[in-house]
Nanobody
Framework: QVQLVESGGGLVQAGGSLRLSCAAS??????MGWFRQGPAKEREFVGA???????????DYADPVKGRFTIARDNAKNTVYLQMNNLKPEDTAVYYC????????????????WGQGTQVTVSS
């Protein structure tokens, strides 16, 4: 059974940092990443990382988070991380881990597996 389990959300002041983790079990994925969904908003792409070779990875990010968020993965732990720095109130959302077999996609419906979500709240 495939599971994605997120952790690390919480409440932080603007300008602060949080690190989210997503541990996958049951199989490995070429691409793992993050989406978020704010109040009354559609789920949107945050960033993702794809394993190109055993040692090469490529990451892509949505424009609003470029330069502030960083994705990393630990294949030994089958885990992907989202380091979020200089957080802003507009980053407040439920953050979802997503995984798929193919290339990076910015479209939520193309992701094969989802975590349960973790709340991130940034106060001003």
């Amino acid at each position: 059974q495939v599971q994605l389990v997120e952790s690390g959300g919480g409440l932080v002041q603007a300008g602060g940092s949080l690190r989210l983790s997503c541990a996958a079990s049951g199989r490995t994925f070429a691409t793992m990443g993050w989406f978020r969904q704010g109040p009354a908003k559609e789920r949107e792409f945050v960033g993702a990382i794809i394993r190109s070779t055993d040692y090469l990875y490529y990451a892509d990010y949505a424009d609003p988070v470029k330069g502030r968020f960083t994705i990393a993965r630990d294949n030994a732990k089958n885990t992907v991380y989202l380091q979020m720095n200089n957080l802003k109130p507009e980053d407040t959302a439920v953050y979802y881990c997503a995984a798929r077999s193919g290339r990076i996609t910015t479209t939520a419906k193309d992701c094969e597996y989802w975590g349960q979500g973790t709340q991130v709240t940034v106060s001003s």
